[in-house]
């Protein structure tokens, strides 16, 4: 059980401030900045509404408590070590610092002396000329000196910030996210004002309101050990748990050296550097854990890690201990990164897994990466072949249950990690896909609304379409160079309505590809005002799947038999676009 020295109440200006201990991020705990426009949001409507209340003079409304926050108090300890509580700090001192630099943009003296006075006060300040700046909340490396560079180092000469660091993580964009959405804020807010007596009336009533009306509950443990078992247990529900922060705490925890420390950090320095998204972290942490020891669930991720590890690390004599998991976890993130952005360095298969990414299929990523651990890219080609049919048979056209797809391809990405044979599993995987009987029948009835997987079909049979008919002009398939158009449309005029409309609107012999951008207006016409589209249209696609079954010109009216007609027609490209495990192997 953890120890609690003491819980008590402190306001914003308590917690960050002049006359109190410095708050610090440890290094060997905490996450990085993380908050989004949507939390930024809700902070500011709810720091807003509770201003409105305080100003209304009711008693009940004169603080508002904003959450706990946890921190390392002991002995040995200098100011307070801040274990949970860093995204709202952090937040809070980005917002006190886009009401500071609107009150330096004034220009009125006022405004100016009020400006300094917060950074003084609330940000960082120097207590002699040649004396180092003293920061009343450092974050944790990954963040400090970009904070430090955009944020807190501000000139009360020039009212800016140095801003020489470039954002290169994404927790530096989250940052400057948040300060500009601040500033937009709060200038939208100023427009309602008449002049510049009211708008520092109101920006100084923000910044009190801030500094005295925020309340938090300080929990201080002695240890960081204690500190960890608090914000776990706080840190059980909500937007807070992350596994990727938990797993480093844990790892920071189990250490036995500084250089183990240290070996985890650059690790996590690799993560931060390696993805454009945080989201992309906590998939990739789930997708190596299960490569290795097979399925797993994201909501007990963090609890199976914990167990597993622990039984290692606590061994004696230790064989397997913190530094080699974090360079397990190191090399694994950077084949991750090449597998999710195609770029392995091998041409075919660089373009295959772009089709993994056009059609969301990340269940495939644990195998291929368990593969990569093992074998060079270029052997990974039939794997990722095979597991492409399997996936497109399977969910995409078949729209079968994929957690039985998923316990296959996991189930196959620990067998090769434990030494199984490339060859064993791509017979594996062979015998897994639906045969051509099934695909065909499940192709004949496909309804494809999710736009992404459509286009990725329609794509591929486009390029079949050219080989075959010796077209070697180039076109661009991607997201945004063409568009998936609902030949009969979405929207039709009533009278040429079918009767089961929603029933045939997104099948696929319904859907086909045009260049550019999708027109609503053109999409919804009959089919004689657009037929030029498909005519003169360079994508096969349209051009030479008989679109024009689709309409019968004796009635003038859509005819449901074309559709089918014309989706008969593409399940028979399909077969070979898709190949099932005989023609594969």
Not at 510 to 535: D, Q, V
């Amino acid at each position: 059980m953890a120890i609690i020295k003491q819980a008590q109440r402190q306001t914003l200006g308590q917690l960050i401030g002049a006359n109190n201990p410095v708050v610090t991020v440890p290094d060997d705990s905490q996450r990085q900045y993380a908050w989004t426009k949507k939390e930024v949001d809700i902070f500011w409507a709810d720091i807003e509404k509770f201003k409105d209340a305080r100003e209304s003079g009711r008693e009940s409304a004169s603080e508002y408590f904003i959450g706990p926050v946890v921190t390392i108090t002991g002995e040995s300890i200098k100011g307070r070590s801040l274990l949970d509580g860093q995204q709202r700090l952090t937040t809070s001192t980005i917002l006190i610092a886009a009401i500071r630099d609107t009150l330096w943009s004034m220009k009125s003296p006022e405004g100016m002396s009020s400006a300094n006075n917060i950074q003084r006060d609330y940000i960082a300040r120097k207590s002699g000329r040649k004396d180092p700046m003293e920061y009343f909340l450092v974050l944790s490396l990954f963040d400090r000196d970009f904070f430090r560079d955009n944020i807190q180092d501000w000139n009360e000469a020039t009212g800016e910030c140095p801003k020489v660091e470039s954002p290169s993580r994404p927790s530096h964009k989250l940052i400057l996210d948040a300060y500009h959405n601040f500033r937009a804020k709060i200038s939208g807010r100023l427009q309602s004002f008449i002049d510049d007596e009211e708008r520092l009336d109101y920006l100084d009533s923000l910044r009190e309101c801030l500094i005295n009306g925020l309340v938090f509950v300080e929990i201080q443990t002695p240890s960081s050990s204690d500190a960890n078992e608090v914000f776990e247990t706080i840190n059980s529900r909500g937007k807070d748990l992350s596994t990727v922060d938990l797993v480093r705490n844990f790892l920071m925890e189990k250490s036995r050296s500084d250089n183990e420390k240290s070996r985890v950090n650059d690790a996590w320095r690799s993560l931060l550097d390696g993805f454009d998204r945080r989201e992309e972290i906590e998939k990739f942490l789930r997708h190596f854990w299960v490569s290795k020891h097979g399925d797993v669930k994201s909501h007990s991720l963090y609890a199976t890690i914990r167990k597993d590890l622990t039984r290692h690390f606590d061994e004696r004599p230790q064989k397997y201990g913190v530094g080699a998991f974090s360079a397990e976890l190191e090399n694994a993130a950077g084949r991750y990164a090449e597998l999710i952005t195609g770029g392995t360095g091998n041409a075919s298969l660089d373009a295959s897994l772009g089709e993994v990414k056009a059609m969301s299929a990340d269940a495939l990523y644990p195998l291929l990466l368990s593969a990569s651990g093992s074998f060079d890219y270029s052997d990974l080609q039939t794997l990722l072949d095979a597991s492409i049919s399997y996936y497109v048979r399977w969910t995409v056209v078949g729209r079968r249950e994929s957690t039985l797809l998923e316990e296959n391809l996991f189930s196959a990405a620990k067998e090769l990690a434990k030494g199984g044979t490339l060859e064993e599993i791509i017979q594996r995987i062979l015998a897994w896909i639906p045969d051509d009987e099934t695909f065909q029948n499940d192709f004949r009835e496909a309804s494809i609304p999710k736009h992404s997987q459509s286009r990725y079909l329609l794509a591929k049979i486009e390029q079949h379409l050219r080989a075959q008919y010796d077209v070697h002009e180039e076109v661009a398939l991607g997201d945004g160079k063409v568009y998936v158009e609902n030949i009969y449309p979405q929207k039709p005029s009533p009278e040429l309505r079918l009767e089961d409309h929603d029933g045939y609107v997104n099948r696929l012999g319904n859907l086909t590809l045009l260049a550019g951008k999708r027109n609503a207006k053109i999409s919804a016409l009959a089919f004689p005002e657009k037929a030029h589209l498909y005519e003169g249209s360079a994508l096969l696609v349209s051009s030479r799947t008989g679109v024009e079954s689709l309409w019968n010109s004796g009635r003038s009216e859509w005819q449901v038999a074309g559709i089918e007609a014309r989706q008969e027609m593409l399940s028979q490209i399909a077969l070979d676009v898709w190949p099932s495990g005989s023609r594969l192997s």
